[in-house]
């Protein structure tokens, strides 16, 4: 027995304009046409006068394929339409599963066609740019427990996300907990385009942030695509940049600033916390990027607005000395930073002084240092990375309303007392201070806390290493 054929056929999402070719074709040769009624509206003019066409109700999808075997097991070519692609939740694996389990000789040709999230971003601009992936919404047959995990993996891994099936008369909470999960993972001004009936009559495109975004404007005729961390708007559109521009050096920017700016761009993709303020993150960035470390997320402490705060003291010229516990620590502040502010780092370690003072007094020299350093500089920024002994004397001087700092970095490292300076630094409320707290630390952090509030100016634009 000679059997037919099946084409399986994406007519696009609505416009005949953005029917292929080749769906075209097969729709012409076909004597037989299934597809649920509503999408023979998108393809009147291509169906011969002569061509059968089946209809079907909502949710009659394995009729579809059962009748399309049928006409072709008669010898009749028949073509099954989708909407948009019918590989991309259509009906391309429902008619292949049915030939394997039939077991039948029809031959089946799937036909690809625009799909929904295509065509929605086109309208939208450029927003999958980069790498992307679709969610359906319909619990149907996924549970939603699998659903959410799925939209927690595309969150985090800071995938351009289409969703499909946003909502339905029951189901109506499902896309506002889809927004609380991508907050977890993106800053609330990521971009977010929704369009209704993309490629029809009734089209409409709107763009808002992730925060704004409101589920209730949404129905299951509208494709939802939220941008990735580089999403941005411009001129009404979303461009999520391939990297062509990005990647290529700025203008007046160096080798190994082109490098830190892009392990920045790499460290902010991967924040577990992507609301964090603009002054603890350009902290954070630069203490992730001097250990490699992402554990700095949970040890670092910051006080609102605290490199803000020392960032405009150290630039309006209010203070003009940084003091460090060690002579490691003031070795990695920038010395091109220091020069452009006209600020002096000074460490009394190796000040005579100190040595007479910590054998007199029986106290470490750190801490005869700090002790020299707070009658000469009590309104200093101190910068601690090495000695918790030093870190604690200036706390007691502090106590003793002997110094007045300006802020405190403290980021002693060790396992005596480490911990203890700390929780002694922390007492102090209203002293503007960064923290690295636990037993982690060291000079070389001490250092690029500092830095990062030298060049907070530099924070909004994300362009690290100006001094280097």
């Known amino acids: 027995m000679n059997h037919g054929k099946i084409f399986v056929a994406g007519i696009g999402p609505g416009s005949e304009e953005d029917i292929t070719p080749a769906v075209r ?4 040769q076909s004597d037989v046409v299934v597809g649920y009624k509503y999408y023979f509206n998108f393809i009147r003019s291509i169906v011969r006068p002569e061509t059968e066409c089946i209809d079907t109700g909502m949710k009659k999808e394995k009729d579809r394929a059962a009748l399309a075997f049928e006409y072709a097991e008669q010898g009749h070519t028949v073509c099954v339409v989708s909407s948009g692609d019918a590989g991309i939740y259509g009906m391309a694996p429902l008619v292949l599963e049915m030939k394997r389990e039939k077991g039948c000789d029809v031959e089946v040709e799937i036909l690809p066609g625009i799909s929904a999230f295509q065509k929605g971003a086109a309208l939208l601009g450029a927003p999958i740019g980069h790498d992307f992936c679709i969610i359906s919404l319909s619990d149907l047959m996924t549970p939603w427990e699998k659903i959410e995990r799925r939209i927690e993996a595309a969150a985090a891994a800071d995938f351009v996300t289409a969703v499909y099936n946003p909502k339905s008369e029951g189901r109506y909470w499902q896309l506002y907990r889809l927004k609380e999960l991508f907050l977890k993972h ?7 385009g929704y369009i209704r009936q993309a490629g029809r009559e009734e089209q409409q495109v709107n763009v808002t942030t992730l925060l704004d975004f409101n589920p209730e404007e949404i129905d299951m005729f509208t494709i939802v695509i939220i941008g990735n961390s580089q999403s941005y708007t411009w001129d009404d559109k979303i461009i999520t940049p391939r990297g062509y521009y990005r990647e290529q050096p700025s203008e007046n920017v160096g080798i190994g600033q082109e490098i830190m700016m892009r392990s920045f761009r790499t460290i902010e993709s991967e924040l577990r916390d992507k609301n964090i ?6 902290a954070l960035l630069h203490a992730i990027h001097t250990t490699a470390d992402f554990d700095m997320e949970n040890i670092l402490y910051t006080d609102n607005n605290a490199v803000e705060t020392l960032h405009a003291a ?7 000395t940084i003091i460090t516990d060690v002579t490691m620590a003031a070795s990695g502040i920038r010395k091109g930073a220091l020069e452009r502010l006209g600020i002096e780092v000074k460490c009394y370690l190796d000040d005579p002084r100190v040595a007479e003072m910590a054998s007199r007094l029986k106290i470490t020299r750190t801490q005869a240092g700090i002790r ?3 009658e000469e500089h009590p309104e200093a ?4 990375g090495n000695a918790p002994t030093a870190l604690m004397e200036l706390c007691k001087l ?3 309303n002997k110094v007045h700092p300006v802020g405190v970095v403290g980021a002693p490292v060790g396992f005596v007392n480490v911990r203890e300076s700390k929780y002694m630094l922390k007492s102090f409320t209203r002293l503007p201070k960064l923290v690295i707290e636990g037993r982690k630390g060291g000079s070389n952090l001490a250092a690029t806390l500092v830095n990062a509030i030298l060049c907070f100016d530099d924070a909004a634009r994300l362009r690290p290493g100006r001094d280097l």
């Open 314 to 320: 150290l630039h309006d010229g209010n203070v003009r």
């Open 25 to 28: 074709t097969a729709i012409m």
């Open 372 to 374: 020299l350093a707070a």
């Open 277 to 282: 303020p603009l002054g603890r993150e350009w």
């Open 381 to 384: 920024l101190y910068v601690f």
């Open 186 to 192: 993106r800053q609330p001004e990521t971009p977010i």
């Open 398 to 400: 502090m106590r003793q």
